[in-house]
Nanobody, 127 residues
Framework: QVQLVESGGGLVQTGGSLRLSCAASGRTFSNYGMGWFRQAPGKEREFVAAIRWSNVHYADSVKGRFTISRDNAKNTEYLQMNSLKLEDTAVYYC??????????????????????WGQGTQVTVSS
């Protein structure tokens, strides 16, 4: 199993920046594709970004503002969020899927693709 712990959330004004981290333990981190999702109050969890090997993917709503990255030596995934908007307010979750597993071949934007999840970190953007 992989254990994931998110951190870095907080309160920020519109236009500000935050960097989220997702620390992994339990298995070889480099063997997993990683993703970020978010869930706003009253809404379904939605895809934000994914990183598979060296390929990165973003939701249209965050493209150009958010950057996903990973440091396999530190077993950590990051989400750099710039130019934050009110609508970015949500709980942010990181997910992991083992490369080559049946789930891995599913759409990386789907929540069900990811087998392991962290507990989430709250991001609140205020005006």
């Amino acid at each position: 199993q992989v254990q994931l712990v998110e951190s870095g959330g907080g309160l920020v004004q519109t236009g500000g920046s935050l960097r989220l981290s997702c620390a992994a333990s339990g298995r070889t981190f480099s063997n997993y594709g990683m993703g970020w999702f978010r869930q706003a109050p009253g809404k379904e969890r939605e895809f934000v970004a994914a990183i598979r090997w060296s390929n990165v993917h973003y939701a249209d709503s965050v493209k150009g503002r958010f950057t996903i990255s990973r440091d396999n030596a530190k077993n950590t995934e990051y989400l750099q969020m710039n130019s934050l908007k009110l609508e970015d307010t949500a709980v942010y979750y990181c997910g992991a899927v083992l490369y080559g597993s049946p789930r891995y071949y599913n759409d990386y934007t789907r929540e069900l693709t990811y087998e392991y999840w962290g507990q989430g970190t709250q991001v609140t953007v205020s005006s």
